[in-house]
């Protein structure tokens, strides 16, 4: 039974920082990739960052340069470093992996999410 746990969440003023973390319990035959998403009151969810088995990431291009997703080596844990946080970073913020088996069936397993509340 894979599981995704979000922590790191919380109240942070415009222009700080925050780190948002997500641990993996549970085995996936391959990662393909670690991505988070958002989802803010009246929206739709979106991602945010993404990063795959190559560590090649990605970034919506209301976060880049701001935000910085990592992984370790063994793709149990993924990071969110967000720096110079706005109001309208407020959400809540899913881990997100997607992984495959042996035979290339692919799944997406979710986290929980966690807030984050930026104050202006």
């Known amino acids: 039974q894979v599981q995704l746990v979000e922590s790191g969440g919380g109240l942070v003023q415009a222009g700080g920082s925050l780190r948002l973390s997500c641990a993996r319990s549970?085995?996936?035959?391959?990662?393909?990739?670690m991505n988070w998403y958002r989802q803010a009151p009246g929206k739709e969810r979106e991602l945010v960052a993404k990063?795959?088995?190559?560590?090649?990431?990605n970034y919506a291009e209301s976060v880049k340069g701001r935000f910085t997703i990592s992984t370790n080596s063994a793709k149990n844990a993924v990071y969110l470093q967000m720096n110079s946080v706005k109001p309208e970073d407020t959400a809540v913020y899913y881990c997100?992996?997607?992984?495959?088996?042996?035979?290339?069936?692919?799944?997406?397993?979710w986290g929980q999410g966690t807030q984050v509340t930026v104050s202006s």
């Open positions: 549970g085995s996936i035959f391959s990662i393909n990739a």
């Open positions: 997100n992996a997607i992984g495959s088996n042996r035979w290339g069936f692919t799944t997406s397993y």
């Open positions: 990063i795959n088995s190559g560590n090649t990431t």
